[in-house]
């Protein structure tokens, strides 16, 4: 890899990284369900017209928006919103990649390695070590809200997956355009239109500055940058970079927020990352025997090119920090951190098997 190619993965890492904080302090501005909203908005239009047409079967695009856009991020936002510190959060939600193997053994009969289920018990032994730190220190109901969001990426990500979309900004610019109509109806069931027009009515530059970022930064350009890598590298060499993810999350969040990093915490991320790690560059295992797909659910051609899961890092948000489970398919996160899977996280994609960024 170049060393401008090499810079260029690092700084996608960073944005993914990073965007775990600029959530946190767009936590202060908008209530989590309608940011989740006006992040998606922001991330469709106006880049839908011009990314051309959707290049999948409007099945996937439906299905990944509702898994990753809706599910995916309304829980981490509202876990975020309810405690859950934005450097462990950029940390826990590396735990997709488990959650995308598990998955994609119950429906794609990929069966892992013994090498890659070893990662896998390691990374949850680290997920062990930082639920019993949160729950001494923080609430456990927000820490669980965001394992659920790590659930649901896992999930998009064997739906991106299934869907092989040959071009990785395009897909999640449409993916983005799924998440808002419902993400707002919740928002105004559960928070109330009167808070939404009320964080409307105050809003200044700090909270649209966390806006253009969640929606242009780690979107648009962390999704587009990272499919431009896949497309010129293999994803082995591209996906490891997704595990920089909570290396940046947990140090700009101790530098903007002050988030102190308990002993057990830095052993928790130890066990992750690198149980992550192993699981998601071990080789992969055999598929187990599953009928072919009809013809006809194929939108796009078999063949696909190195571009997108999302946030994840298992088979590579989302998110986004900010972003799926094959080696072609780039990691996710979102963001909301993906790393993905698209998205991203985070939106982050996840390294490996699936993706990092939101």
Not at 279 to 292: D, Q, Y
């Amino acid at each position: 890899m170049r060393p401008a190619h090499l810079a260029l993965a690092v700084l996608v890492a960073a944005v993914w990284g990073v965007n775990f904080t600029v959530i946190e302090i767009g936590l202060g501005h908008f209530p989590p369900l309608l940011f989740s909203a006006l992040r998606f908005l922001a991330a469709a239009l106006p880049a839908v017209f011009l990314v051309g047409r959707p290049k999948v079967a409007w099945k996937w695009i439906l299905a990944v928006g509702l898994v990753l856009g809706v599910a995916k991020f309304g829980l981490l936002f509202v876990g975020m919103d309810a405690g859950m510190p934005a450097g462990l959060s950029s940390l826990v939600l590396q735990i997709q990649s488990v959650f995308t193997a598990a998955i994609a053994f119950a429906v794609l009969g990929e069966r892992p390695t013994r090498i890659r289920l070893l990662g896998m018990a390691v990374a949850l032994a680290g997920i062990g070590v930082a639920a019993a730190d949160e729950g001494s220190s923080g609430p456990l109901g927000a820490f669980a809200l965001v394992i659920a969001a790590a659930v649901c990426w896992g999930a998009s990500n064997v739906l991106t997956r299934k869907a092989s979309p040959p071009d990785a900004l395009n897909f999640m610019v449409w993916v983005s355009t799924v998440p808002v109509l419902p993400l707002l109806g919740l928002s105004l069931l559960t928070e109330g239109p009167a808070r939404d027009l009320a964080a409307l009515r105050d809003l200044d530059w700090q909270g649209a500055g966390t806006l253009v970022y969640v929606a242009w930064v780690t979107t648009v350009f962390g999704f587009g940058a990272w499919g431009w890598l896949l497309h010129r590298h293999p994803a082995s060499t591209v996906a490891p970079f997704s595990l920089l993810v909570p290396v940046f999350g947990m140090t700009s969040a101790a530098v903007f927020l002050g988030e102190s990093v308990s002993g057990p915490r830095w052993c928790a991320a130890a066990l992750l990352v690198g149980g992550v790690a192993l699981s998601s560059l071990a080789p992969a295992g055999k598929a187990g025997r599953r009928p072919a797909p009809p013809a006809a659910d194929a939108a796009v051609p078999p063949t696909v090119s190195p571009a997108v899961s999302g946030p994840a890092v298992s088979a590579t948000v989302s998110p986004a920090g900010p972003p799926a489970v094959a080696a072609t398919v780039p990691p996710a996160v979102h963001p909301d951190g993906t790393v993905p899977a698209l998205v991203h996280p985070v939106d982050v994609p996840a390294a490996g098997r699936s993706g990092a960024g939101s």
